[in-house]
């Protein structure tokens, strides 16, 4: 009997030594410094996307993400002033320029869908089925229709702003021009309020296009492509920078994990994914949406 006790306590402390390397083990694999701010275009917060995004890359890796979702010229400035610890932003020349200042320290490819111009069922100014987007806002320019513009230098309107620039027409200060200030999702409801017409990317369109009385008129221009950057900002910005934190969520981003689960989003509830995703690609590969 007492050999009998010896060995059960024997197994006793064999089994509280290895609950206690556990119990360590699971320690020490949480993040010291959990908290993360990712700094994002409202098209990522707006089309419920990050939703699913967020939840799964705390669950894997223990960190808390506190997005903050803003035009992607906001995102960035949050970046330069050390206010973020990593970007998720769709204004490919904006970031380059960020990069080169040093700004940042890694930047990658996610994912891309593409801009449409939505506005009234009826269509006023005439350019639904247009296939150019130039010769579509060249068209409403002259009808004198209502444009909504975003006008928050978000990565949106950068690109409306380009191709008003690359058609020669100077649409700010004209009556028929507005600016709301404001997201994508409320841009999107000023519009149909207005019974107007905007730019805007597909998948915040879709997500909300069940609340609005807008119509896709101008989709497939290559022009039109939209593509999304994952950005982990220089911790020489700030001491508060969360370095290990923004590189686990970079890597999350391009994982299959996360890249599948990019590629399914939407499509159950609107029969089609709202972004695609490009960790495997390269920009240049990015010919046309």
Known sequence: MKKMGKVLNIL???VLVVGLIGLVAGCSSKPSNPDIIMSSTTSTGDSGLMD???PMFEAKTGYKIKPIYVGTGAAIAMGEKGEADVLLVH???SEVKYMD??????????MHNDFIIVGPPNDPAGIKGMVVAKDALVKLAASGSIFVSRGDDSGTH??????WKAVGITAEGQNWYQESGQGMGATLTI???KQAYTLTDRATYLATKANLQLDILVQGDPLLLNIYHVITVNPAKSTSINEKGAKAFLDFMISDEAQ???????VDEFGEPLFFPDADKTEADLGSV
């Open 12 to 14: 006793f402390m064999l």
């Open 191 to 193: 519009t149909s309020e």
């Open 52 to 54: 699913v995004l967020i």
């Open 158 to 163: 950068k690109a409306e702003l380009a191709i």
């Open 101 to 110: 200042a040093g700004h940042g320290v890694t930047r990658k490819l996610v």
């Open 91 to 93: 204004a490919p020349t």
């Open 260 to 266: 599948n689960a990019i590629k399914t989003f939407g």
